[in-house]
C-alpha cells in the first residue's frame, strides 16, 4: 500500500474517532439514555437522586461537547456517578407470562455511529440488572399504571431547558408506557428528531402550548389531549354562532337554532348545508386543527375537532351554504358562550319499544344504568329483536349485561398490560366475559356503532359479539381502547392509553376501530329529513334479514 494511501487511511480513521456531532445528535442521545437510566438505573429509579437537576446540569455541559468522542467520555463519566449497580438475580428468573415485544426496543443503546463500546456495555449492564418492584416515578393500582413525583415547573415559558425537560419528560413516558407506540404514523424516534429544534425556537406561552399540543398529536390516540385554556382561546376562540349541526359527507347540516340573549336573529337556518367557513372545507378545518388535535384515525379526528367549527376569536363569521338548492354566503355573529340561551337537555328515554306489537326493543346505552338492567330485561326479554344504541358512552354495564344475553362464558378481548420490572415489555391477558346460562336472550342482536363508540363503548361492543346472532351495524368505531393513564406535562391535563385491547386472535382495534358487519353512514340527504339512517338500516335488517 502507497504513503497517499496510508495517508487518507489514517486520516479517515481518524475523522471517524473524532466523529463531529450536530445539537439534535446530541440531544437526541442525551434524551434517550435520561429516559433510560429514570427507569432502568436502580438508584435513579428509586428516587435518590434529583433527576430534573441533572438533566438540567447535561444539557449545559453537552454545549461542551464537540464530537463523539467528547460525549461517550461524558456519558460513561455521568454512569459511573450514579453509583454502583449490584447483579440482579431476579432480572434473570424467568416467568409464565406470554410478552408482547412489538413496542420494546433498546437498539439505540448499541448505536455505533453515538455510543462506544464502553459506553454501550454500561447500558446493557443496567438493562440486564435494571430496578425491578417500586419505582419512585411510577405506580401502580392493581395491573393498571400511575405517574408520580413529577415535579411542576408550571405552564409558562421560562427556558429552553426547561422545554427540553417536558419533551424529554413526555417522549420517554410514550416510549416506556404508551401500548400502541408502534402504531403511530410516524417513528417515535423520528418524533424526537423532529420536535427538539421546534422546542428550541419556542419564544413565549403560546408558542410552547401549540408545540407541546402538536407534540401530544404525534401519539395518534384518540383518548389523548391537552387541555390550554391559551389554545382554547386563542386558537380556537371563545365565541360561537349560536347553531348545532351534523357532520355528513364532509359538510355540516344544521339541525337547530338556539336562541342568544341579546335577542338576535340568525341568517342560518335549519336544513343549511355549510361547507365552508372563512375561506376554509370542512375537510381544510379538519386538517388544520388536526396538526395539534390527538385522533386514532381520520373519523376520529373529526370527532373530536367537530364542535370546534362554529367557534372563534372574532365577532362573526363568513360562511358558505347550500340552501334550497342554492349556493349563498352570510356572515354569521358570534357570542360568549355566557350569552347563548343553555335550552335543558331532553332526557333521553332508557328504553322503549319501536313497534306496536313490542317485538322491536330499542335500549339507549348512554342513558341506562346498572341499577336499570333488571327492569329493562324483564320488559324486552320476550322481543324477536333488541336494538342497543352505541352511538354515545355506557354507564359501566357491560358485565352485569353480559350475564343476561350471552349464552356462556367467552373470552372476548385480549388486553396486554405494561411489565414494570421491563419497562416497554407487555404483557398478554385473554379476558372473558359472560356465564353458563340457559336462559340467555335468544332474539336478534343489534349493535348501532359510529365514531362516537370509543373505549368502554368498544369494548362493550366486543362483548355484544359474543352473542350467536349479533349484529353491528352502523360505521367503524373510534379506534382508542384500553383505560387511560392521566397525568400533567408543562403543569397541563393530558392522558394517553395504558394498556392495549386487540381482539382475541391479537387482531387490532386500536386506529382501525371494530368494523361493522354493516356499514353505513349518515347523508346530507338524510340528516335533512331528520332522519337516523343508521336506526332505519337496523330496522331494515331485522325485517329482511340483511
Not at 122 to 135: K, P, V
Not at 470 to 495: E, H, Q, V, W, Y
Request: proline share 3%; glycine share 6%; hydrophobic share 35%.
Amino acid at each position: 500500500m502507497g504513503k497517499i494511501s496510508l495517508f487518507i487511511l489514517f486520516f479517515y480513521s481518524l475523522h471517524f474517532s473524532a466523529q463531529s456531532l450536530s445539537e439534535t445528535q446530541k440531544l437526541e442521545s442525551l434524551c434517550k439514555v435520561w429516559g433510560f437510566l429514570k427507569y432502568y438505573h436502580p438508584h435513579v429509579a428509586k428516587g435518590d437522586l434529583d433527576w430534573d437537576k441533572q438533566l438540567f446540569e447535561k444539557i449545559d455541559e453537552l454545549d461542551t461537547i464537540c464530537d463523539k468522542d467528547q460525549l461517550n467520555e461524558f456519558y460513561s463519566n455521568w454512569i459511573s456517578s450514579l453509583g454502583k449497580v449490584d447483579e440482579c438475580k431476579d432480572c434473570l428468573k424467568e416467568d409464565k407470562k406470554i410478552y408482547f415485544l412489538r413496542n420494546f426496543d433498546l437498539s439505540w443503546i448499541e448505536n455505533k455511529q453515538i455510543f462506544d463500546k464502553n459506553v454501550t456495555g454500561q447500558l446493557l449492564y443496567i438493562q440486564s440488572n435494571r430496578n425491578i418492584g417500586s419505582s419512585y416515578y411510577f405506580g401502580k393500582s392493581g395491573k393498571k399504571v400511575y405517574f408520580r413525583n413529577e415535579h411542576s415547573y408550571g405552564s409558562k415559558f421560562t427556558s429552553k431547558k426547561i422545554g427540553l425537560l417536558e419533551l424529554f419528560r413526555y417522549w420517554n413516558l410514550v416510549e416506556y408506557f404508551f401500548p400502541y407506540k408502534y402504531l403511530t404514523d410516524q417513528n417515535w424516534n423520528n418524533v424526537l428528531t423532529e420536535m427538539i429544534p421546534k422546542f428550541f425556537k419556542i419564544g413565549n406561552d403560546e408558542s410552547y402550548h401549540l408545540t407541546l399540543a402538536e407534540l401530544v398529536a404525534k401519539i395518534d390516540d384518540s383518548h389523548a389531549f391537552l387541555y390550554s385554556p391559551l389554545i382554547n382561546a386563542n386558537l380556537y376562540g371563545k365565541r360561537k354562532v349560536p347553531a348545532e349541526y351534523i357532520y355528513a359527507e364532509g359538510k355540516l347540516v344544521v339541525t337547530k337554532i338556539i336562541k342568544n340573549k341579546l335577542d338576535e336573529e340568525m341568517p342560518l337556518k335549519i336544513g343549511d348545508v355549510i361547507y365552508d367557513v372563512n375561506g376554509k372545507t370542512i375537510p381544510q378545518m379538519v386538517n388544520s386543527f388536526g396538526k395539534y388535535i390527538p385522533a386514532s384515525n381520520s373519523w376520529g379526528k373529526i370527532t373530536k375537532v367537530k364542535n370546534l367549527f362554529l367557534f372563534s376569536a372574532n365577532d362573526s363569521l363568513t360562511l358558505k351554504i347550500e340552501r334550497d338548492g342554492q349556493n349563498l354566503a352570510v356572515t354569521a355573529k358570534t357570542y360568549l358562550l355566557q350569552d347563548i340561551i343553555r335550552e335543558k337537555s331532553i332526557v333521553q328515554q332508557k328504553w322503549k319499544f319501536l313497534d306496536a306489537d313490542k317485538k322491536t326493543g330499542y335500549v339507549n346505552m348512554g342513558s341506562i344504568e346498572k341499577s336499570d338492567l333488571d327492569d329493562m330485561y324483564k320488559d324486552l326479554k320476550s322481543t324477536a329483536s333488541i336494538i342497543f344504541d352505541l352511538r354515545n358512552y355506557p354507564k359501566q354495564t357491560i358485565f352485569p349485561l353480559s350475564r343476561m344475553i350471552l349464552p356462556e362464558k367467552s373470552i372476548y378481548y385480549q388486553f396486554n398490560f405494561p411489565e414494570t420490572d421491563y419497562l416497554s415489555k407487555f404483557y398478554i391477558a385473554k379476558n372473558s366475559i359472560g356465564r353458563k346460562n340457559r336462559d340467555y336472550y335468544k332474539g336478534n342482536v343489534i349493535v348501532l356503532v359510529d365514531e362516537n363508540t370509543q373505549s368502554q363503548a368498544e369494548t362493550t361492543a366486543m362483548m355484544f359479539k359474543q352473542h350467536p346472532k349479533a349484529k353491528l351495524i352502523g360505521s367503524n368505531t373510534s379506534g382508542a381502547n384500553g383505560d387511560i393513564i392521566r397525568f400533567k406535562i408543562a403543569d397541563l391535563d393530558t392522558c394517553f392509553t395504558g394498556l392495549g385491547a386487540y381482539y382475541p386472535d391479537g387482531r387490532e382495534t386500536q386506529r382501525i376501530g371494530i368494523i361493522p358487519d354493516i356499514v353505513i353512514k349518515p347523508t346530507v340527504k338524510g340528516v335533512k329529513k331528520g332522519k337516523d339512517e343508521v336506526l332505519e338500516r337496523a330496522l331494515n335488517y331485522i325485517k329482511t334479514g340483511f
